[in-house]
């Protein structure tokens, strides 16, 4: 068995524009303020582990070589994980068997992005197979356009119901967003104004894609011997599920989606968890798009297949609800890839903590983060507690 993990200490920057900073200053913002929430120095990390999106994005070969200084990762162990979308929980993951594994006792994990330095867009439309794919998907909103439309038919939901569905989830996310000092997009919207905005990839439209953002997150992992000796209060990594599936977008099912499913039941199966739904206090779902959160209520057990939308229109995953979901405005607002899966890690984390300020939930004793990546076939999770 691994030995016990916990989550000491994070550190998020303010997410958007950010041209005030070059990429290794952003990170070194991050770093910082992790190590001061742990309340260790540089000389504490034993290792660390740092991620991006592959190179093409970053402009450079080698970018954790770049940040090493700003990481204060020099003479020390650096690996660098790039799993597209869900390097953030890659990163997270990696971090945790550093801990487990009896390595090492604290290990500095970092994600980021400088999106506004690159070309996202050109990035994401290239990284598919050039003979069919690449033509015909154009990157990332063409690919979950497709997946919208086989959810909706796979079940025979009404569009109009899902797009209602949808609507809400972004209303409620950006929302929530204007109470997170570190997100992107704050904007107060209405149902009707993500009806109305223009169609991206149909039936997907603007209003329900995430933006493209400069920012980083940096997380503390330490031994139970360790986190002992420091002062704040530590969260325990219960359970840990990572899936990939089929590379090629046309050779697996993306509604009954298996890498999600399996990633959550290992994870669950770690955590002694039985009923997602009851035992889960919050939850930070990877939502780069509306639509994709009712793919992921169903592959994670919190509702049967098809329900969905019957989850929103009862509130359960709404503010105030019995299970809420990305109450800090989740992907959808706030989105430097390479750090946005260790971002649903960090907040579950401060829920847990009580320290997330005016998008706290009350009681959170048990949480799940999660985040989607590859070209769509890698799916993680990792469920945290109060409690070993």
Sequence with gaps: MPRPVAIV????????????????????????????????????????????????????????????DAMGAVGKPLIRVATCGSTGVSIAHAAFYHVASGLFDVVLAVGAEKMYEGEPQGTMSTVADPFFQRPFLAGAPGIFALQCNEYMHHYGLPEERVREAAALISVRNHNDALDNPYAHIKVKITVEDVLKS??????????????????????????????????????????????????????????????????????????????????????EVYNPFTFQELLFYECFGFCDEGKGCELVEKGVVMEGGDLPCDPSGGVLCTNPIGATGLQRVAEVVLQIQGKAGAHQIDGVQTGLAHAMGGMDQFNGIMILGKNI
């Design 9 to 68: 200490g994070t550190g998020q920057t303010r997410c958007g524009k950010r041209l005030d900073v070059s990429y290794p200053e952003l990170i070194r913002e991050a770093v910082v303020a992790a190590l001061k929430d742990a309340g260790i120095s540089f000389d504490d990390v034993q290792a660390v582990v740092t991620g991006s999106m592959p190179p093409p994005m970053e402009g450079v070969n080698g970018p954790h070589l770049y940040w090493a």
């Design 198 to 283: 223009r169609v991206i990839a149909y039936p997907v439209r603007l209003l329900d894609v995430c933006p493209s953002s400069d920012g980083s997150c940096a997380m503390v992992y330490a031994s139970q011997d360790a986190a002992k000796k420091l002062p704040g209060t530590p969260v325990w990594v219960k359970g840990v599920g990572y899936c990939g599936e089929e590379h090629f977008f046309g050779d697996s099912e993306k509604v009954r989606w298996q890498s999600a499913i399996q990633s959550a039941k290992h994870a669950y199966r770690m955590a002694g968890i039985i009923n997602p739904r009851k035992e889960l206090d919050v939850a």
